[in-house]
């Protein structure tokens, strides 16, 4: 099958604290992992994505790392604000010339002031 | 650039009758797709496209049309809406083959 999973579904971090989303996928071909940031009523944002040749990418605040061979990467948010607050999709590439993405189903994230 | 554009913002629509929701970019993407999201679910791929002309299905394309005249455009058709289609409606446009912009999104419910 085509899945990916997230753990866990909501996580509460206090302020300045670290957060650490992880997806599992299922399909060893594929290939691109990227991470969506969605504020309530707004509309999914890319953040941060990684390919299967490179094991972990830094953004500022934020991180990704991939695993291909455990079949799991992991968001990292450092040193967590408010703003941080959402809801973050991962999802991996599948199908014929990984022309498509399967989404996980989402983990809340809330940081607490 | 405006992005992606995507009207209406919220639709009501009785079972039965059909509708089409529009799609637009103006950053001359060769990729557009059109997702729904529902409750606990993710988002999944109704229809996308790589290019003019050149359509294909998602993971829930049933109950949905597309076409692809032009780069800029890719409206979505429900051809005779149902409950089950109630949901928010998200189209993606890229450069390189998988959704990198969304639009705002149309919030349609179906009675």
């Known amino acids: 099958g085509e899945n990916v999973e997230q753990h866990p579904s909501t996580l509460s971090v206090q302020e300045g604290d670290s957060a650490v989303i992880k997806c599992t996928y299922s399909?060893?071909?594929?290939?691109?992992f990227p991470w969506y940031k969605q504020e309530l009523g707004k509309r999914p944002q890319l953040i941060i994505d990684?390919?299967?040749?490179?094991g972990e990418k830094k953004d500022q605040r934020i991180a990704v790392t991939l695993n291909k061979t455990a079949k799991h990467f992991s968001l990292h948010i450092t040193e967590t604000q408010p703003e941080d607050s959402a809801v973050y999709f991962c999802?991996?590439?599948?199908?014929?010339?990984?022309?498509?993405?399967?989404f996980g189903k989402g983990n809340q994230v809330v940081v607490i002031p | 650039n405006a992005g992606v554009t995507q009207t209406p913002k919220f639709q009501v629509l009785k079972t039965g009758q059909s509708m089409t929701l529009q799609c637009a970019q103006d950053?001359?993407?060769?990729?557009m797709s059109w997702y729904r999201q529902d409750p606990g679910m993710g988002l999944r791929l109704i229809h996308y496209?790589?290019?003019?002309?050149?359509?294909d299905q998602g993971e829930v394309p049933n109950g949905y049309n597309v076409s692809r005249s032009t780069t800029e455009d890719f409206p979505l058709r429900l051809l005779s809406a149902a409950p089950s289609q109630t949901s928010v409606y998200f189209c993606?446009?890229?450069?390189?083959?998988?959704?990198?912009?969304f639009g705002p999104g149309t919030r349609l419910t179906v009675t």
């Open positions: 999802a991996a590439s599948i199908g014929e010339g990984n022309n498509r993405l399967a």
């Open positions: 993606a446009s890229s450069t390189a083959g998988l959704p990198q912009y």
């Open positions: 399909d060893s071909a594929s290939n691109y």
């Open positions: 950053m001359n993407h060769e990729y």
């Open positions: 496209s790589v290019g003019a002309g050149i359509t």
């Open positions: 990684i390919r299967s040749n490179v």
